[in-house]
């Protein structure tokens, strides 16, 4: 607490310096100028932009919005599904980050988070993305302790006035590894003050494979299903988003409205024990934006409904159950389980266990919805101020039908009427003098929080007391039934972002803040200990099961960014940016290994296999260095320009309290390329370079990785109406392991820790993909 209070001292007296070095001296700001409507990304420093032209070469080649970030210094992205990876800035991801898409603060509704945020846009429909990979102002802040990404569709067009217009855009692609295709369309007809759209996209793939044989097993679990030596069971997946906008503008007033709807009919995760069966989103998204006497009045109201389904997919093991067929399924020593009859929970005949469980269904219903307003206010030296306001209302219920065996004979109710409400207000100051410009800005937020009663499979109420179920169920639940679920908390965000340019050739950027993230419901509300149940709550992909913690804290952390960038006077020769940073996390949720038998943290920890552990608050520190560079080699050459860019990352994560490294820190890594630019022709050639992953989480048994390089190959011809894509990824067909991708739990007897022969054991990672040859079209018509 001391260090906190100190870190908050220093950054109100470092603030105020910053106000202390502007007078009253008239500075330049430029107003806004409402042309489409669409909302405008806030001030610029302190973040990466990727425009449209940066995103197109990107689209060919990935279905994974967040993929779309990778290049962007310090950032990263979990392995997931092939269309939800969870993207990571400075060693903190998924919930810790502040994600907005189209204004929308969505939410994952899955134990897993599946569906996480930037999966709910396809890679075509992107046209923006800012990420401010450390210190965030407050309005793009709140309820995270990193950086903020904010992804926008293209904005609406309109005609001339007197006008109509008639546009749009159709596109295909493929991909060799996991024979992967899918295409998208749009439409557009506007006149001068209405705009009406269509856009929508499809995309599937098969199971990718690796440069080459990662493990030693084919079998599946399913009888009659196998899969080569070098085949990542558990990847392919569908996915289909659509949706529909209107827009309209006049006297400087503009309306948008959209109604956006996804259908994934499967995703599979390779290192998760269940796999996505269906996910059904409909999103309605509508906001305005107004010139006032005063200022530029901006508000938006949003509301999602999820509706997610999982169970074993086509990789995994589907029926369980003790004892021989018909009856029972083969038992946990089973490397295929086999079909029985009739479904039915684990029982006694002829002096043996018997029992036939039908796969494990969970189903997740999720309701978000939000409004937020803000105001732009210009001041009378030239500064401006912004005020604004935001309140997010989120429910969630998580339940898992019975099926069988130890899955009988009621519903096992995760989270029961989870209830997660923000309210938000903040404060925000722009100042521009001469030279300097300055962000200065103060949030509060609070965050009610609460739950229903719950059970196990074993029981149809909500027990209060007592014993008994598999895996400690009824003492589980009564537990947790037994226990106040309100959870109020007041959290507090600061920042500070500076920028001074001294000369045309320097600019150098400071980033001072505090921001604060309560847990989510999953952290707070899951309940039960019996490993098969903790198996299926987890976000990180590590093979391993996780249990809640209603005394959880809210997260604060503390973070110092500087960043010095050098370039020529006209930004186009040559550039080298460099920014180290260091933060601390008081309450940073951790977790400990736990022992379900005596419900207390385990006296002796598992190594080297899975195991339960539960969230706990320790402290935490992140630190680390990120650098870019371009150097324009050659202009006006009979062969074109060339231009070489470079971009590395450290990262260095540990916890304050143990001594351990925390989880899924990227390691050291490097990307090369040199680029040809010809007339329509762009052409790169790239290498990316990653490091061991040695530092691992050593309470969760992650894995290291080794080093490795990698070359790709890209191609890119350009027209005003249509484009080209061709490439080869990974050229040399590399075998290597994803540092982040989590433990390979892709096929076999997933639910459990099955008794060796069987799989998955603890010790294989999930692969990177090998070789990939991709192609893509595109055409405006």
Same mark, same amino acid.
């Given at each position: 607490?001391?260090?906190?209070q100190?870190?908050?001292?220093?950054?109100?007296?470092?603030?105020?310096?910053?106000?202390?070095?502007?007078?009253?001296?008239?500075?330049?700001?430029?107003?806004e100028?409402?042309?489409?409507?669409?909302?405008?990304?806030?001030?610029?420093?302190?973040s990466?932009?990727l425009?449209?032209?940066?995103i197109?070469p990107?689209?060919?080649r990935?279905?994974?919005t967040a993929s779309?970030l990778?290049?962007?210094?310090?950032?990263?992205v979990?392995?997931?599904?092939?269309?939800?990876?969870?993207p990571?800035?400075?060693?903190?991801?998924?919930?810790?980050?502040?994600?907005?898409?189209?204004g929308m603060?969505?939410?994952?509704?899955?134990?897993?988070?599946?569906?996480s945020?930037?999966?709910?846009?396809?890679?075509?429909?992107?046209d923006?993305?800012?990420?401010?990979?450390g210190?965030?102002?407050v309005?793009v802040?709140g309820?995270?302790?990193?950086?903020?990404?904010?992804?926008?569709?293209?904005?609406m067009?309109?005609?001339?006035?007197?006008?109509?217009?008639?546009?749009?855009s159709?596109?295909a692609f493929y991909?060799s590894?996991g024979?992967?295709?899918?295409?998208?369309?749009?439409?557009?007809?506007?006149?001068d003050?209405?705009?009406?759209?269509?856009?929508?996209?499809?995309?599937?793939?098969?199971?990718?494979?690796?440069?080459?044989?990662?493990?030693?097993?084919?079998f599946?679990?399913?009888a009659?299903?196998?899969?080569?030596?070098d085949?990542?069971g558990?990847?392919?997946?569908?996915?289909?988003n659509?949706?529909?906008?209107f827009?309209?503008?006049?006297d400087?007033?503009?309306?948008?409205?959209?109604?956006?709807?996804q259908?994934?009919?499967?995703?599979n995760?390779?290192?998760?024990?269940?796999?996505?069966?269906?996910?059904?989103?409909?999103?309605?998204?509508?906001?305005?934006?107004?010139?006032?006497?005063w200022? !530029?009045?901006?508000?938006?109201?949003?509301?999602?409904?999820?509706?997610?389904?999982?169970?074993?997919?086509?990789d995994?093991r589907?029926w369980?159950?003790?004892?021989?067929p018909?009856?029972g399924?083969?038992g946990d020593?089973?490397?295929?389980?086999?079909?029985?009859?009739?479904?039915s929970g684990?029982?006694?005949?002829?002096?043996m266990?018997?029992?036939?469980?039908?796969?494990?269904?969970?189903?997740?219903?999720?309701k978000?919805?939000?409004?937020?307003v803000?105001a732009d206010?210009?001041?009378?030296?030239g500064?401006?101020?912004?005020?604004?306001?935001?309140?997010?209302?989120?429910?969630?219920?998580?339940?898992?039908?019975?099926?069988?065996?130890?899955?009988?004979?009621?519903t096992?109710w995760?989270?029961?009427?989870?209830?997660?409400?923000?309210?938000?207000?903040f404060?925000?100051w722009?100042?521009?003098?001469?030279?300097?410009?300055?962000?200065?800005g103060?949030r509060a937020?609070?965050?009610?929080?609460?739950?229903?009663?719950?059970?196990?499979?074993?029981?149809n109420?909500?027990?209060t007391?007592?014993v008994?179920?598999?895996?400690?169920?009824t003492r589980d639940a009564?537990?947790?039934?037994?226990?106040?679920?309100?959870?109020?908390?007041l959290?507090?965000?600061?920042?500070?972002?500076?920028?001074?340019?001294?000369a045309?050739?320097?600019?150098?950027?400071?980033?001072?803040?505090?921001?604060?993230?309560s847990p989510n419901?999953?952290?707070?509300?899951?309940w039960?200990?019996w490993?098969?149940a903790?198996?299926?709550?987890?976000f990180?992909?590590?093979?391993n099961?996780?249990?809640g913690?209603?005394?959880?804290?809210?997260?604060?952390?503390?973070?110092l960014?500087l960043t010095?960038?050098?370039?020529?006077?006209?930004?186009?020769?040559?550039?080298?940016?460099?920014t180290p940073y260091?933060?601390y996390?008081?309450?940073?949720?951790?977790?400990?290994?736990?022992?379900?038998?005596?419900?207390?943290p385990?006296?002796?920890?598992?190594?080297?296999?899975?195991?339960?552990?539960?969230?706990?608050?320790q402290?935490? !520190?992140?630190?680390g260095?990120?650098?870019?560079?371009h150097?324009?080699?050659?202009?006006?050459?009979?062969?074109?320009?060339?231009?070489?860019q470079?971009?590395?990352?450290?990262?260095?994560?540990?916890n304050q309290d143990?001594?351990d490294?925390?989880?899924?820190i990227m390691?050291?890594?490097?990307?090369?390329?040199?680029?040809?630019?010809?007339?329509?022709?762009r052409?790169?050639l790239?290498?990316?370079?990653?490091?061991a992953?040695?530092?691992?989480s050593?309470?969760r048994?992650?894995?290291?990785?080794a080093g490795?390089?990698?070359?790709?190959?890209?191609?890119?011809?350009e027209?005003?109406?249509?484009?080209?894509?061709?490439g080869i990824e990974?050229?040399?067909?590399?075998?290597?392991?994803?540092?982040l991708g989590?433990?390979?739990v892709?096929?076999? !007897?997933?639910m !459990?820790?099955?008794?060796f022969?069987?799989?998955p054991?603890?010790?294989?990672?999930?692969?990177g993909?090998?070789?990939?040859?991709?192609?893509?079209v595109?055409?405006?018509?």
């Open positions: 607490m001391a260090r906190r100190l870190f908050v001292a220093v950054l109100g007296v470092l603030g105020g310096l910053g106000a202390w070095t502007v007078s009253a001296e008239e500075a330049t700001t430029l107003g100028v409402v042309v489409t409507a669409q909302r405008d990304l806030p001030l610029g420093f302190g990466t932009t425009n449209a032209a940066e197109a990107k689209r060919a990935t279905s994974d779309l990778l290049g962007i210094p310090g950032v990263s979990y392995g997931a599904g092939g269309v939800s990876s969870l990571a800035i400075r060693g903190l991801a998924d919930d810790r980050l502040r994600t907005k898409v189209d603060d969505l939410v994952a509704a899955c134990p897993n988070h599946m569906n945020p930037l999966s709910y846009i396809d890679p075509t429909a992107v923006q993305v800012q990420v401010f990979a210190v965030s102002p309005s802040g309820d995270s302790i990193g950086g903020s990404i904010l992804v926008e569709s293209a904005a067009p309109f005609a001339m006035p007197g006008e109509h217009l008639m546009q749009g159709a596109g991909r590894n024979d992967s295709w899918g295409g998208n369309l749009s439409g557009t007809y506007a006149t003050n209405l705009s009406l759209r269509y856009t929508g996209a499809y995309a599937q793939s098969d199971n990718y494979k690796a440069g080459g044989n990662f493990k030693d097993y084919t599946t679990g399913r009659g299903h196998t899969l080569p030596l085949e990542v558990s990847t392919a997946y569908e996915a289909i659509q949706s529909v906008q827009a309209w503008q006049g400087g007033h503009a309306l948008d409205f959209s109604v956006g709807q259908h994934i009919p499967y995703e995760y390779p290192n998760q024990r269940m796999d996505m069966t269906d996910n059904r989103s409909d999103q309605f998204n509508l906001g305005y934006t107004g010139k006032q006497g200022g !530029t009045l901006k508000a938006r109201a949003y509301y999602e409904h999820t509706q997610h389904e999982m169970d074993f997919g086509d995994k589907y369980y159950g003790p004892g021989k018909p009856a399924s083969g020593t089973a490397l295929n389980g086999m079909p029985c009859a009739p479904i684990t029982k006694m005949v002829n002096g266990m018997v029992g036939c469980a039908a796969g494990m269904p969970m189903d997740t219903d999720g978000n919805g939000g409004i937020t803000s206010i210009p001041l009378a030296d500064n401006l101020f912004r005020v604004g306001g935001e309140y997010q209302n989120y429910r969630l219920d998580d339940w898992w039908d019975p099926s069988g065996a130890g899955m009988w004979p009621y096992f995760n989270i029961n009427d989870g209830q997660r409400d923000r309210f938000a207000a404060g925000e722009e100042i521009h003098k001469d030279r300097w410009s300055h962000i200065l103060v937020e609070i965050v009610d929080m609460d739950t229903g009663q719950v059970h196990g499979y074993n029981l109420s909500f027990p007391s007592g008994g179920g598999m895996g400690n169920q009564a537990l947790f039934n037994a226990q106040d679920h309100g959870k109020t908390d959290n507090w965000d600061l920042s500070w972002l500076a920028r001074f340019t001294p045309p050739t320097q600019t150098y950027e400071i980033g001072l803040g505090q921001k604060t993230r419901l999953y952290e707070r509300y899951t039960s200990t490993q098969m903790a198996f299926m709550n987890n990180v992909g590590d093979g099961g996780y249990v913690n209603l005394g959880l804290d809210p997260e604060v952390a503390g973070t960014s010095a960038d050098w370039h020529d006077a006209n930004q186009q020769q040559w550039g080298v940016k460099v260091y933060t996390v008081w309450d940073y949720i951790d977790a400990v290994q736990w022992d379900s038998t005596t419900n207390t385990r006296i002796v920890p598992v190594v080297d296999n899975f195991t339960v552990l539960k969230y706990f608050n402290s935490a !520190t992140l630190y260095i990120d650098l870019s560079a150097y324009l080699v050659a202009s006006g050459t009979g062969f074109g320009d060339f231009t070489a470079v971009g590395a990352s450290y990262t260095k994560g540990e143990t001594g490294n925390l989880y899924n390691p050291l890594n490097a990307t090369l390329a040199l680029t040809q630019e010809l007339g329509p022709w052409n790169t790239e290498g990316v370079f990653v490091s992953k040695d530092d691992v050593q309470v048994n992650e894995m290291q990785t490795y390089g990698l070359a790709h190959l890209r191609s890119r011809y027209k005003k109406t249509w484009s080209v894509e061709l990974n050229v040399l067909d590399r075998n290597y392991d994803l540092p989590g433990a390979y892709g096929q076999g !007897t997933t !459990t820790i099955p008794p022969p069987n799989e054991q603890w010790g294989t990672p999930v692969p993909q090998g070789r990939s040859f991709y192609a893509g595109n055409v405006k018509f």
